[in-house]
C-alpha cells in the first residue's frame, strides 16, 4: 500500500462548528504532516509529527489542533474557523522526517 | 528573494512539444530536489526526485540539477494533454526537520 488517504473528500462547516479531518497511510512512515493550499499557490506547511511528536508546529492559530493518535492516523480538529480557512487541506508522510513526502488527495474545506 | 523561484507561466504547448519547466534556489544546503505534478482539485504527485545533483530519466520525463548554478529543470518529451497540470518544484535539507520549500507552481496546458 503506498497510498496516503484523507476523509472527507469536502467538508462545509460553519464558523461555530467543530469538525475533524482525517489521514490514514500504512506505508510505515513515522513523519505525518498537514499542509494548506490556498488557489493558485504552493501548499504552505502547518504542522509535522514525527515519530507521533509534534516536531513543528508553523505559528498555526489555536483554532487547528492537529493529533496522531498512532504512528498510521493523523487528524486535524477545527473548531471556530474563519472563511479565510476555506482552503485544500493535504497530509502527507515520509519514511522519517526530511526524506521524500508523499500527498494525500486532500479535504476542500469551505468555512461559512 | 524567495528561497526558490518558479516561473507561474501559464505554459501552453502542442500535443508533442518538448517542456521544460525550470526553478532557481539561493540554499545551497538544500539536497532533495522534488518535481511534483499536481491536477486541478487533487493532491501533490511525486514525479522525479533526485539527490544531491545530476541527472534522472523516468520514461518521458527527465530530471537535471545544476548545484553549482543552483537550477534545476524538468523536461518533458512528446507532451501529451494528459500533462497538463501545475508542476511544483520543491527542496528540502535532509538533516533537517522535513520542511518542504516549494516554487510558485507552473502551470502547464498541452493542446492536442
Known amino acids: 500500500d503506498t497510498e496516503v488517504t484523507q476523509t472527507p473528500k469536502h467538508l462545509v462547516m460553519g464558523m461555530t462548528n467543530k469538525k475533524s479531518l482525517k489521514c490514514e497511510q500504512h506505508?510505515?512512515?513515522?513523519?505525518m504532516y498537514w499542509y494548506k493550499q490556498k488557489a493558485k499557490k504552493p501548499p504552505e506547511l502547518m504542522f509535522v509529527?514525527?515519530?507521533?511528536?509534534?516536531?513543528i508546529n508553523e505559528s498555526v492559530p489555536s483554532r487547528f489542533s492537529p493529533e496522531c493518535p498512532n504512528s498510521s492516523l493523523l487528524n486535524l480538529h477545527l473548531h471556530a474557523l474563519q472563511p479565510e480557512d476555506s482552503a485544500l487541506y493535504l497530509c502527507a508522510s515520509s519514511h522519517s522526517h526530511g526524506e521524500l513526502q508523499f500527498f494525500g488527495p486532500g479535504t476542500r474545506l469551505t468555512v461559512l | 528573494q524567495k528561497e526558490v523561484e518558479q516561473d507561474p507561466g501559464p505554459l501552453s504547448v502542442p500535443e508533442g512539444a518538448i517542456v521544460s519547466l525550470n526553478c532557481t534556489y539561493s540554499?545551497?544546503?538544500?539536497?532533495?530536489f522534488m518535481w511534483y505534478r499536481q491536477y486541478s482539485r487533487k493532491g501533490p504527485e511525486l514525479l522525479m526526485y533526485t539527490y544531491s545533483s545530476g541527472n534522472k530519466e523516468d520514461g518521458r520525463f527527465t530530471a537535471q540539477v545544476d548545484k553549482s548554478s543552483k537550477y534545476i529543470s524538468l523536461f518533458i518529451r512528446d507532451s501529451q494533454p494528459s500533462d497538463s497540470a501545475t508542476y511544483l518544484c520543491a527542496m528540502s535539507i535532509s538533516s533537517n526537520t522535513g520542511k518542504l520549500i516549494f516554487g510558485q507552481g507552473t502551470t502547464l496546458q498541452v493542446k492536442p
Open positions: 509529527y514525527s515519530y507521533e511528536k509534534l516536531s
Open positions: 506505508m510505515g512512515h513515522r513523519a
Open positions: 540554499n545551497s544546503a538544500f539536497q532533495y
